[in-house]
């Protein structure tokens, strides 16, 4: 339950330094915290019977359906958050097909990144990095706004580069617990409202199908998974990888935790390089 320690520590940054919220940084801050008692149920559940399993699949997937359907809502009413930049391309509106995308992304993320968290430090850093750049690319955009004149989303979009920034403050502030050797663990309180975070300063941004580029590692995690089960049950028991998700192949393979962390970090760096290089052409 380490996650418990940033994501308080987080909300209370944002309390003392922020002035004047906007209601997309509250909303952002209200995901993050719902889906934050989501992982600290599963999580709670564990410690108290003592078994493995916390919350069974279907809990977890009804209460994060429940608030990822909340926030495609909000999203789809909000004309701030109503479009979505497509990397290389430009803006576009997608009316309300924003909905079931928003839907997806929600529950892709959130699991990304708990799938993630299986090494020691691996979704601390990761998720470091990706809001490194993601504050990076709002910072831009927010000064682009300003100087069109469009003051309200270009503040809008200053407090969730704003949020980036605590939540960025926040992990480095952890990684020291949480690095290789790890004496305190994330839990899904922690990977469940950080892939929450992730998606909400993405998704509240219009920068929704940058996840997948600037999180490829999330990406990766997810997929790893999804081809292990289905060759698995198509093969009759043959696996692609000698574990999945990808990082524990890895890990198999020989590859310490460190040098799996720190692959997964500039990776990460490398796709906000590339998408770094897409904004400034």
Avoid at 41 to 57: P, Q, S, T, V
Avoid at 170 to 188: T, Y
Avoid at 219 to 246: D, E
């Amino acid at each position: 339950m380490g996650g418990i320690a940033f994501l308080l520590s987080m909300t209370l940054a944002l309390c003392l330094c922020q002035k004047d919220w906007q209601q997309t940084t509250l909303t952002a801050v209200f995901v993050v915290l719902a889906f934050g008692v989501v992982g600290f149920l599963d999580d709670f559940i564990k410690l108290k019977y003592k078994r493995n399993e916390g919350l069974k699949a279907y809990q977890k997937i009804i209460f994060q359906l429940a608030i990822a359907v909340g926030v495609a809502l909000y999203v789809y009413l909000n004309p701030i958050t109503n479009q979505i930049k497509i990397p290389f391309f430009g803006n576009f509106d997608v009316n309300w097909w924003v909905i079931p995308l928003v839907i997806f992304v929600f529950l892709a993320t959130t699991n990304g990144v708990n799938l993630t968290d299986g090494l020691d430090g691996l979704a601390t850093t990761t998720t470091f990095v990706y809001l490194v750049g993601m504050a990076v690319l709002l910072g831009v955009e927010s000064n682009k706004l300003q100087n069109f004149g469009e003051t309200l989303s270009a503040t809008a979009t200053s407090q969730l580069c704003s949020l980036c920034c605590v939540g960025a403050g926040s992990l480095l502030a952890f990684l020291p617990f949480n690095a290789f050797p790890a004496k305190v663990f994330m839990g899904d309180v922690g990977s469940l409202g950080l892939g929450a975070l992730v998606a909400c300063v993405s998704t509240f941004s219009g920068y929704t199908l940058y996840i997948p580029i600037l999180g490829i590692m999330y990406v990766v995690s997810c997929l790893s998974v999804i081809l292990q089960v289905a060759y698995f049950k198509v093969t009759n028991g043959k696996r692609i990888f000698l574990m999945a998700p990808f990082h524990h192949h890895l890990q198999h393979k020989g590859w310490s935790e460190t040098r799996i962390a720190t692959v997964y970090c500039l990776v990460t760096i490398f796709m906000f390089l590339v998408l770094l290089w897409e904004v400034f052409i």
